[in-house]
């Protein structure tokens, strides 16, 4: 996901998109504890995915 398609929405679908992401990263995490989770660089993507969400919506005000 880039910044630029992120910051095209507005401040409640980033919000909703910022939950949704937190939601994946918990199934991520909890995969990861259990083992079931074979590629692990999708918690860094998601991670990254999160700060990207969160600084467009401190852009906004």
């Avoid at 992401?21 to 918690?43: C, I, N, P």
């Amino acid at each position: 996901m880039n910044y630029t398609e992120i910051k095209e929405k507005n401040k409640e679908e980033l919000i909703t998109l910022l939950k949704d992401k937190k939601l994946l990263l918990f199934e991520l995490k909890v995969k990861q504890k259990t083992m079931q989770l074979t590629k692990t660089s999708d918690l860094r993507v998601c991670k990254k995915d999160i700060a990207k969400i969160k600084t467009a919506i401190s852009a906004l005000g």
